[in-house]
């Protein structure tokens, strides 16, 4: 054994004893949810539930309000998503390929959004709402979950282009395409996979958005965040943790779905001034 131990190597040895310890913190909580959201029985000090149901989840899927923020949830999130491109996606090709005054300060200010405390800034959004009309409003919504995911929706396609050689777009423009041809056939296939991964996070964070919508949305609109403060807070832990579960598995699913499209040089390179 200790002959195996120093053939591996001192380097070696650190870097496995740092994956199980970041496995067991990143799949201790899940587990731990998991098993929590399927016992029937599990009192302390049992390192395992005594028994295992699923009445929670019929209680849970049972509820009129638990359906309905559901749809809604993914609703909204679907909406959010599909505004941000519309809004974005030309801002984040004009970062990249147009150069303008300040155009770094413009792109960097698209993080302040994330710099402050988000109830402050969401405060100081309601108020102006509040002016408009928007308060208690589906389009109040879709626009405070917009100001949390505009980061992303600019940063990382505006990398994503920036990647797109323009040696290849002058070369089609030579052989007679159109600025609009050459957008669709080339600019945007290589830098789809850039649109991919935004889209996704910008999905994700409008699903798992709570205080903005707690803030601007009720009592007329609530999402499944919403809907899982008053869970909590009101019947036990199980039930939280069923409803954790429902709340998470969209993005499990999702960054399953698009692992092809997640890798460390797109996030990296999407969070880059140039």
């Known amino acids: 054994m200790n002959w195996y131990l120093r053939s591996l190597g001192t380097r070696k040895i650190v870097e496995f004893i740092v ?9 201790g909580p899940l587990t731990n949810l998991l ?15 005594q028994s295992l149901s699923l009445e929670w989840w019929k209680f849970v899927l049972t509820q009129d309000d638990v359906l309905s923020s559901i749809s809604l949830s993914f609703f909204i999130a679907i909406t959010v998503t599909v ?3 519309i809004v974005c996606i030309p801002a984040a090709y004009a970062f990249a390929r147009i150069s303008f005054p300040l155009s770094k300060w413009f792109l960097f200010s ?19 709402f509040y002016q408009f009309g928007l308060m208690n409003t589906f389009a109040g919504i879709v626009l405070i979950h917009m100001v949390n995911t505009l980061m992303y929706m600019t940063w990382i396609p505006s990398s994503a282009f920036r990647s797109v050689h323009r040696a290849q777009e002058e ?7 159109g600025p609009f041809r050459v957008f669709w056939k080339i600019t945007f296939p290589m830098a789809l996979p850039g649109i991919v991964v935004a889209s996704i996070f910008t999905f994700l964070a409008s699903l798992d958005e709570a205080q903005g919508t707690l803030l601007v949305g009720t009592p007329d609109y609530k999402t499944m965040p919403v809907i899982m403060y008053s869970i909590i807070a009101d019947y036990p832990s199980t039930t939280g943790a069923v409803f954790s579960v429902i709340l998470t598995l969209p993005t499990i699913i999702l960054l399953l779905a698009a692992k092809r499209f997640v890798s460390a040089d797109v996030l990296a390179g999407g969070f880059q001034v140039k």
Do not use: N
């Open 19 to 27: 994956l199980v310890i970041f496995v067991i913190f990143f799949l």
């Open 35 to 49: 098993l929590l959201a399927v016992s029937g029985k599990w009192q302390y000090p049992a390192p395992l539930p």
């Open 83 to 85: 505004c941000s491109i």
């Open 110 to 128: 698209f993080l302040l959004t994330h710099a402050f405390p988000k109830m402050g800034l969401y405060v100081s959004i309601a108020v102006l």
């Open 171 to 177: 070369s089609a423009r030579d052989a007679g395409a």
